[in-house]
């Protein structure tokens, strides 16, 4: 018999979509009108999501982590209730906002009865995370679930390959972890821009960004539609979700989660690894998870994860600390991009915020990162991206504008050279040195007789972004070329009326004045603008504690002074 003739992917989509949506249950469908209106609508984030649930559900979703992991102990909540309210706000918030690339609830409610059970009989619960939904970002595998990571081609197959046997059955250790934590996996968020869901908006402007490469789940979280979520990050792609939907994430220096059987392009790309990062609402929530996922020991598993556990020594107590006060190096702009006024307000809040509160603030002038910028591309993309190029090829899908400079003309790009790669991770090392010696040398300074504790600066020059104007990565790429950890903590929101660039702004460079030209006031009204703690190497344990120091300073300023300077 004669072959068929392959499907146009546009079919494939639409059976994907149509099988997807069967899965949202007939009472959790939104109707046309509601649809039509939030896509008229500049914000769907708080109110009008909201408005759209049951008193139950909104009770349940409004929760922060450690607060329904309380009330499951006490017997005042169930798991069922719990992943019920986030399954049906995760329904709405993909209708409102195509965000479920994987949709499983109906398996994520057979494990919470699970869980319910083991309450009833042994009157603990399960682990540290127990009954939490979580959502992921579309490279983690789990079982019942397919993962496309956006790429047609990949659609009912194992990272693009048929007939493996892996197909829905393979899961990636975290995933694993998770499960065995007591977390509860109920679906799969997209990549910013793919050809199955299409263009994912930011939820607090639909004129805007929702950031890359995690914007997806990025989106879910703005939403609230699970009670925390994992992403992927090698270049900002966790962090920068979390500034343009204002949250709280957790980049960790690589090796700390386990990476292992995580779907990824440039799999082959360890010298500067992709790392999983968390986001969530709350420093409490991560916290939380990335000290549950080293409770299970995810070295013994995964020979590339250290055999590092949560260290409580290494957390800032200032009681076991009596009469230290960390202190903090401020970099307001690198000396290449000045960030938007909203920023630029953001950073000046958590300045004043941290000397309210006694805490002494340096100027933070490292390496530049223009160093780290003729570091990071060649290193991420030195290999000329032949697999993202393959998994397109395989369903004949256009290559979204995302990432089509990678591919000039739409072809493939000659890899770099070895000899030339092996230098520029000559230079990543000594640049890794040299701002290491900086930072130790900030000792000098601070008068504690230590270095800073961690350092303020922007995530990006932006909240949010249009677009196509995304055009300074800097900020946090630089700190995957460093292999520093990170955590990304919102601040405040454009406000048109304020976030004026002065009349007093000089360009520090071409490259300043040309992303200054993007500004735009009304455009970026409403916008989260967050800022970034970054801090030494596989410090982890220290850095939250030092974000959660200024995320209780931000507070305690803000409800002083307010929000505008």
Same mark, same amino acid.
């Given at each position: 018999?004669?072959?068929?003739?392959?499907?146009?992917?546009?079919?494939?989509?639409?059976?994907? =979509?149509?099988?997807?949506?069967?899965?949202?249950?007939?009472?959790?469908?939104?109707?046309?009108?509601?649809?039509?209106?939030?896509?008229?609508?500049? /914000?769907?984030?708080?109110?009008?999501?909201?408005?759209?649930?049951?008193?139950?559900?909104?009770?349940?979703?409004?929760?922060?982590?450690?607060? =329904?992991?309380?009330? +499951?102990?006490?017997?005042? #909540?169930?798991?069922?209730?719990?992943?019920?309210?986030?399954?049906? $706000?995760?329904?709405?918030?993909?209708?409102?906002?195509?965000?479920?690339?994987?949709?499983?609830?109906?398996?994520?409610?057979?494990?919470?009865?699970?869980?319910?059970?083991?309450?009833?009989?042994?009157?603990?619960?399960?682990?540290?995370?127990?009954?939490?939904?979580?959502? %992921?970002?579309?490279?983690?595998?789990?079982?019942?679930?397919?993962?496309?990571?956006?790429?047609?081609?990949?659609?009912?197959?194992?990272?693009?390959?048929?007939?493996?046997?892996?197909?829905? !059955?393979?899961?990636? /250790?975290?995933?694993?972890?998770?499960?065995?934590?007591?977390?509860?996996?109920?679906?799969?968020?997209?990549?910013?821009?793919?050809?199955?869901? &299409?263009?994912?908006? *930011?939820?607090?402007?639909? $004129?805007?960004?929702?950031?890359?490469?995690?914007?997806?789940?990025?989106?879910?979280?703005? #939403?609230?539609?699970?009670?925390?979520?994992?992403?992927?990050?090698?270049?900002?792609?966790?962090?920068?979700?979390?500034?343009?939907?204002?949250?709280?994430?957790?980049?960790?220096?690589?090796?700390?989660?386990?990476?292992? &059987?995580?779907?990824?392009?440039?799999?082959?790309?360890?010298?500067?690894?992709?790392?999983?990062?968390?986001?969530?609402?709350?420093?409490?929530?991560?916290?939380?998870?990335?000290?549950?996922? %080293?409770?299970?020991?995810?070295?013994?598993?995964?020979?590339?994860?250290?055999?590092?556990?949560?260290?409580?020594?290494?957390?800032?107590?200032?009681? $076991?600390?009596?009469?230290?006060?960390?202190?903090?190096?401020? +970099?307001?702009?690198?000396?290449?991009?000045?960030?938007?006024?909203?920023?630029?307000?953001?950073?000046?809040?958590?300045?004043?915020?941290?000397?309210?509160?006694?805490?002494?603030?340096? @100027?933070?002038?490292?390496?530049? *990162?223009?160093?780290?910028?003729?570091?990071?591309?060649? !290193?991420?993309?030195?290999?000329?991206?032949?697999?993202?190029?393959?998994?397109?090829?395989?369903?004949?899908?256009?290559?979204?504008?995302?990432?089509?400079?990678?591919?000039?003309?739409?072809?493939?790009? /000659?890899? +770099?050279?070895?000899?030339?790669?092996?230098?520029?991770?000559?230079?990543?090392?000594?640049?890794?040195?040299?701002?290491?010696?900086?930072?130790?040398?900030?000792?000098?300074?601070?008068?504690?007789?230590?270095?800073?504790?961690?350092? !303020?600066?922007?995530?990006?020059?932006?909240?949010?972004?249009?677009?196509?104007?995304?055009?300074?990565?800097?900020?946090?790429?630089?700190?995957?070329? =460093? @292999?520093?950890?990170?955590?990304?903590?919102?601040?405040?929101?454009?406000?048109?009326?304020?976030?004026?660039?002065?009349?007093?702004?000089?360009?520090?460079?071409?490259? @300043?004045?040309?992303?200054?030209?993007?500004?735009?006031?009304?455009?970026?009204?409403?916008?989260?603008?967050?800022?970034?703690?970054?801090?030494?190497?596989?410090?982890?344990?220290? %850095?939250?504690?030092?974000?959660?120091?200024?995320?209780?300073?931000?507070?305690?300023?803000?409800?002083?002074?307010?929000?505008?300077?």
């Amino acid at each position: 018999m004669p072959a068929h003739p392959p499907r146009h992917w546009k079919e494939v989509v639409a059976d994907k =979509l149509s099988a997807d949506n069967a899965k949202i249950p007939e009472q959790w469908r939104l109707s046309a009108d509601v649809i039509a209106a939030a896509k008229n609508r500049r /914000q769907i984030a708080g109110d009008f999501i909201e408005d759209l649930l049951d008193s139950e559900t909104l009770h349940i979703t409004s929760a922060d982590g450690p607060d =329904l992991l309380a009330a +499951m102990a006490n017997g005042s #909540l169930t798991a069922v209730q719990v992943v019920t309210a986030y399954s049906k $706000r995760a329904a709405y918030a993909h209708q409102l906002s195509n965000l479920l690339l994987e949709i499983g609830f109906d398996n994520a409610l057979v494990r919470a009865k699970e869980l319910d059970d083991y309450f009833k009989t042994n009157n603990k619960l399960i682990g540290p995370l127990h009954g939490l939904p979580v959502t %992921l970002k579309d490279q983690f595998h789990i079982k019942g679930l397919g993962t496309s990571m956006g790429f047609v081609g990949w659609i009912d197959t194992f990272e693009g390959k048929k007939g493996t046997g892996n197909e829905k !059955i393979f899961e990636s /250790q975290v995933v694993q972890e998770l499960w065995s934590l007591g977390a509860i996996p109920i679906g799969k968020a997209p990549e910013t821009n793919n050809n199955i869901l &299409g263009y994912t908006w *930011n939820p607090y402007n639909q $004129r805007l960004s929702s950031g890359g490469s995690s914007g997806g789940e990025g989106v879910m979280q703005a #939403l609230r539609g699970s009670a925390f979520g994992l992403g992927t990050d090698v270049g900002g792609s966790v962090s920068m979700p979390a500034s343009f939907q204002g949250l709280f994430s957790l980049k960790p220096s690589s090796g700390r989660i386990s990476f292992r &059987g995580v779907a990824n392009t440039g799999p082959g790309q360890q010298v500067m690894p992709t790392t999983v990062g968390i986001m969530g609402r709350s420093v409490a929530v991560l916290k939380l998870v990335f000290k549950s996922l %080293l409770s299970t020991e995810p070295w013994l598993r995964d020979p590339n994860t250290l055999p590092t556990p949560w260290r409580m020594e290494k957390e800032y107590d200032a009681e $076991r600390e009596p009469g230290y006060k960390p202190a903090f190096g401020f +970099m307001p702009h690198d000396g290449v991009v000045t960030p938007h006024p909203p920023i630029s307000r953001a950073l000046g809040i958590v300045k004043k915020a941290l000397e309210n509160s006694g805490y002494q603030l340096f @100027d933070w002038v490292p390496p530049s *990162n223009n160093e780290s910028a003729e570091i990071h591309g060649p !290193i991420a993309r030195g290999d000329g991206c032949p697999d993202a190029y393959e998994a397109i090829q395989l369903s004949g899908e256009p290559i979204v504008p995302e990432i089509a400079n990678m591919f000039p003309g739409g072809k493939l790009r /000659q890899p +770099m050279p070895l000899p030339e790669y092996e230098q520029v991770v000559v230079h990543m090392h000594d640049y890794r040195n040299r701002y290491n010696d900086y930072w130790m040398a900030s000792a000098q300074r601070t008068g504690t007789g230590r270095p800073v504790e961690a350092v !303020i600066s922007p995530v990006t020059p932006y909240a949010a972004i249009l677009p196509g104007k995304f055009k300074y990565s800097q900020y946090t790429s630089s700190l995957n070329v =460093l @292999d520093l950890p990170s955590v990304v903590i919102p601040v405040t929101f454009a406000n048109k009326a304020v976030d004026k660039v002065g009349p007093d702004y000089t360009p520090l460079t071409e490259k @300043d004045r040309l992303n200054m030209d993007l500004y735009d006031a009304e455009a970026h009204d409403g916008a989260p603008a967050a800022v970034q703690l970054f801090g030494r190497r596989w410090e982890e344990e220290r %850095l939250l504690s030092m974000a959660q120091l200024i995320a209780e300073a931000v507070e305690r300023y803000t409800r002083t002074y307010g929000e505008e300077l």
